[in-house]
């Protein structure tokens, strides 16, 4: 059964997420990989490490409408979401300092395979959106506000990564249903930055339409 998330170009180091310029907070570079003949396409570290294949897959016969708010009740978090994608240097359009962002180039949340919302950790006047990311526990609910409803998600993991080994194949597996996954910076910060991701893995509890 092949995925039917929109991954046609998921190129991704999400080594993320409090950046300011460069180095002291740590922010996430998403590199576009030179044109390739094969059909999958390449996820594609900027530190040069191993480059994990996603496959290809058409759209939805459906879309889903686009996300605009997000709800972490656990850890306090409600904010809107905005659309993120690739600047034309390859590299990750972030989203500000208190705010979050779905990455637009993948699914939406709801549709089938791996959404992903990303937001900083940390920033220059302290904590910041996923401050507590790392707080999360199996269970805890994410809602998603969207312009047909609200999706809710259920966490089933939170784990702690090295930013070189990021599971790709976790992130966005090749597979029919709705997940998604919150990441952000982890570990413990230095002065070259964070050493690791904070990746929480839920999947689709329920929908509720608008009313």
Same mark, same amino acid.
């Given at each position: 059964?092949?995925?039917?998330?929109?991954?046609?170009?998921? !190129?991704?180091?999400?080594?993320?997420?409090?950046?300011?310029?460069?180095?002291? &907070?740590? =922010? !996430?570079?998403?590199?576009?990989?030179?044109?390739?003949?094969?059909?999958?396409?390449?996820?594609? &570290?900027? /530190?040069?490490?191993?480059?994990? !294949?996603?496959? %290809? %897959?058409?759209?939805? +016969?459906?879309?889903? %409408? $686009?996300?605009?708010?997000?709800? $972490?009740?656990?850890?306090?978090?409600?904010?809107?979401?905005?659309?993120?994608?690739?600047?034309?240097?390859?590299?990750?359009?972030? @989203?500000?300092?208190? #705010? %979050?962002? *779905?990455?637009?180039?993948?699914?939406?949340?709801?549709?089938?395979?791996?959404? !992903?919302?990303?937001?900083?950790?940390?920033?220059?006047?302290?904590?910041?959106?996923? *401050?507590?990311?790392? #707080?999360?526990?199996?269970?805890?609910? =994410?809602? =998603?506000?969207?312009?047909?409803?609200? +999706?809710? &998600?259920?966490?089933?993991?939170?784990?702690?990564?090295?930013?070189?080994?990021? @599971?790709? /194949?976790?992130? *966005?597996?090749?597979?029919?249903? @709705?997940?998604?996954?919150?990441?952000?910076?982890?570990? #413990?910060?230095? +002065?070259?930055?964070?050493?690791?991701?904070? $990746?929480?893995?839920?999947?689709? +509890?329920?929908?509720?339409?608008?009313?």
């Amino acid at each position: 059964m092949g995925i039917k998330a929109r991954l046609t170009r998921i !190129v991704a180091v999400i080594g993320m997420l409090a950046g300011l310029a460069a180095g002291t &907070f740590g =922010i !996430v570079e998403l590199t576009q990989p030179e044109p390739v003949t094969a059909p999958p396409t390449t996820a594609v &570290f900027a /530190d040069n490490a191993p480059a994990p !294949v996603v496959p %290809a %897959a058409p759209e939805p +016969a459906v879309r889903v %409408a $686009v996300p605009t708010r997000l709800e $972490v009740p656990a850890i306090g978090v409600d904010e809107k979401l905005s659309g993120r994608g690739l600047k034309a240097d390859g590299s990750l359009d972030t @989203p500000d300092f208190g #705010k %979050a962002g *779905w990455y637009r180039p993948g699914p939406r949340p709801g549709e089938p395979g791996g959404a !992903v919302v990303v937001a900083h950790v940390h920033g220059p006047d302290g904590p910041d959106v996923f *401050w507590d990311l790392a #707080k999360l526990q199996p269970g805890d609910e =994410i809602r =998603i506000h969207r312009a047909d409803g609200v +999706a809710t &998600f259920v966490v089933d993991d939170v784990d702690d990564v090295p930013k070189e080994h990021l @599971p790709y /194949d976790r992130i *966005w597996p090749d597979t029919d249903e @709705p997940l998604l996954r919150l990441i952000t910076c982890g570990g #413990k910060r230095t +002065a070259a930055g964070y050493p690791d991701n904070t $990746v929480v893995y839920a999947h689709l +509890a329920s929908t509720k339409p608008v009313s």
